[in-house]
């Protein structure tokens, strides 16, 4: 691969570019459409419902999916709620301020056209849900109820109590599960796609194993899509499911296809903190509690009185104070900025000093109990039942953990990526969220992927591409089926004595400490040869237990750790290689006096698509970014 493909950007006015690329993109006769075999690795949000589409609309369609069931993706543990352009309440929306909040929330990092798009299409997201059954918060009257996230002023998150994911997944499964039943998807569940395969640099397929008998199996198909969620799990403690890995995009990556800008993770600032160092992962509590929770440190540092001992004139609402227009909607990557330097200064709470307070105290008082139980009813279960305090009674205590990861595999304006007839939907892209992404707009991005772009442009894909019959016997199919096999093999026979999860957890440190909140070129360096030593730690003394044909969890471990070496790797590059601050990207250097973060569009206005170059570094392309309807300006929410 040479350079950078053609991003397929839209000419003229962005408000109108979708419906005229979608007037011209060429269509596929009904009869042919049952003919033609497509892929679709996943079953989240953007996987079931771009299943779901395009089984719809006639193609014959196979689904992969890692669980035993479709339900359990990790899109159904989105809690807050999802973003529409409706205007429902007083407040004024519009599509035009979704596309404002969302380019400048990114911090004018993504694509204004994809920004614009995705605002246009969030209203029929809703539409399409209500239809499904999917039972959104009403008020009295009976209208849909919305509520604040962060980083906007408007009220336009549509919610189903804390259960938004789930009940939103649920909607999509029951779509998927009807095509199944017509007989028009193939559905395939415990498979773990570890390999892609190209014939003639087309995708055309994938390998997997079947995580019950341990078989390798080839899937092929005329066209691949992957919605595989993103990677935040190369931190080890996340609020991700502890089975979501990069694995699929990362061989897609090794495979030609681009990965751009890999550094821009998001951390939610409202997680409930690790427990102990061998805590397996972290739990979300949804950012729109902060719509009746207000964040709070004692003025004091070292004040270690109980919360309802510290009296209200010696408590620092700090977001209130720092940022007196959005207070403590403020967007995640500034909230979690200010809350770990808050704690590091020593004014954190909690045993280690390493929390902060979300008191829902005043809205109790203000409404009552019962209306904040229905609207966090069930978060505050989870919370009491992790931290053994009552949320009703004490304040929580939050801390910010790893939570959603912009960067992904590059895709131009129809969502294909780098190899041709490889198209990557919802968290496993790159596409609309630049360097920070707006809470309540991951279940927004995964659902307009799946229900109406991808639907659409894999059709005209399609229709354009001479159609070819391939078989498992391909020689592509036999060499990337030996490859994966060997791959195993090597894992098993290592005959080290260190399990998969201390090297996991060793480099979720360097990459949290080197790669971060914060991170400065001095750290970043240092973690590339700390990754590269902990690197050649795990090929000499890795152990794998147990055979490759029967269940075996820590065979796939070690496979998706392996892909997480090569992952942090090049997200210490790209964060190295970025310097100016923005959004969640922090570096130390470039921050003005009050401590914000520094653009420099004078040589960053761009984004970052990395491609693999054998044993060798990475080579970093650029695709400029243009703006034509909202030029970039200081994104300061105080």
Request: glycine share 10%; proline share 5%; charged share 25%.
């Amino acid at each position: 691969m040479s350079g950078l493909p053609d991003p397929r950007l839209p000419s003229g006015p962005i408000t109108d570019a979708w419906q005229r690329t979608k007037e011209e993109l060429p269509l596929i006769s009904p009869l042919r459409k049952s003919k033609i075999d497509v892929l679709v690795v996943g079953t989240g949000l953007a996987g079931a419902s771009a299943a779901a589409t395009l089984a719809q609309q006639g193609y014959r369609v196979t689904v992969l999916s890692f669980h035993d069931s479709p339900r359990r993706a990790h899109s159904v543990a989105a809690q807050g709620g999802i973003n529409a352009a409706r205007p429902v309440a007083v407040d004024g929306d519009s599509v035009s301020r979704l596309f404002a909040d969302t380019l400048k929330g990114g911090d004018f990092r993504a694509r204004e056209s994809g920004c614009q798009r995705l605002a246009e299409i969030s209203s029929s997201i809703i539409d399409q849900c209500v239809a499904q059954g999917v039972p959104f918060a009403r008020e009295y009257g009976g209208s849909l109820a919305t509520r604040s996230f962060g980083g906007a002023l408007v009220s336009r998150t549509f919610y189903a109590r804390g259960q938004t994911g789930q009940q939103l997944l649920y909607g999509a499964y029951q779509a998927l599960m009807r095509q199944v039943a017509l007989g028009r998807i193939k559905l395939l569940t415990r498979r773990d796609v570890l390999d892609l395969i190209t014939v003639d640099g087309v995708a055309r397929g994938v390998v997997a194993r079947h995580l019950i008998t341990g078989e390798l199996e080839v899937h092929t198909a005329r066209a691949v899509l992957l919605c595989t969620g993103g990677y935040s799990n190369v931190y080890f403690l996340s609020t991700n499911a502890l089975k979501s890995n990069a694995s699929a995009i990362w061989r897609a990556h090794r495979k030609g296809a681009l990965f751009a800008n890999p550094c821009f993770t998001q951390i939610h600032p409202t997680c409930i903190p690790s427990g102990d160092t061998f805590q397996s992962k972290l739990t979300l509590m949804s950012e729109s509690l902060r719509n009746d929770g207000r964040v709070w440190l004692p003025k004091q540092a070292g004040d270690r009185r109980p919360a309802d001992e510290i009296p209200e004139q010696e408590r620092d609402y700090f977001l209130e104070r720092m940022y007196p227009t959005y207070g403590n909607m403020t967007p995640r990557d500034v909230a979690s900025r200010r809350a770990r330097e808050l704690c590091n200064a020593g004014h954190g709470v909690g045993p280690d000093g390493r929390s902060v307070y979300l008191d829902l105290t005043d809205s109790i008082r203000e409404e009552g109990r019962g209306a904040i139980a229905a609207r966090y009813g069930n978060l505050m279960t989870m919370y009491e039942r992790i931290s053994g305090d009552d949320p009703y009674r004490k304040p929580m205590r939050i801390y910010p953990a790893p939570h959603y990861t912009m960067g992904g595999l590059w895709v131009d304006y129809h969502l294909m990526s780098s190899i041709p007839g490889l198209f990557v939907l919802g968290e496993a892209n790159y596409s609309e969220h630049g360097a920070n992404r707006l809470g309540a707009s991951a279940l927004m991005q995964g659902l307009a992927d799946g229900y109406f772009i991808a639907p659409s442009t894999v059709s005209a894909w399609l229709a354009g591409t001479p159609a070819m019959e391939i078989s498992p016997d391909d020689p592509a199919c036999r060499d990337a089926l030996e490859a994966t096999r060997m791959r195993i093999e090597n894992l098993l026979n290592n005959g080290g004595s260190t399990p998969v999860d201390a090297f996991h957890r060793e480099l979720g440190s360097i990459m949290i400490e080197r790669c971060g909140i914060s991170r400065n070129a001095g750290g970043i360096r240092e973690g590339l040869k700390q990754v590269a030593g902990l690197r050649e730690r795990f090929h000499n003394d890795l152990r794998v237990p147990g055979e490759p044909r029967e269940p075996n969890a820590e065979l796939e471990k070690a496979l998706r750790v392996e892909d997480f070496f090569g992952l942090a790797k090049l997200m210490l590059h790209d964060a190295l290689a970025r310097e100016e601050s923005c959004g969640a990207h922090f570096r130390e250097e470039h921050q003005s006096a009050e401590g914000e973060a520094q653009r420099d569009d004078a040589n960053f206005a761009h984004i970052a698509a990395w491609e693999h170059n054998g044993n060798g570094e990475p080579i970093r392309h650029t695709e400029p970014l243009r703006f034509t309807a909202l030029q970039p300006s200081t994104r300061s929410y105080r």
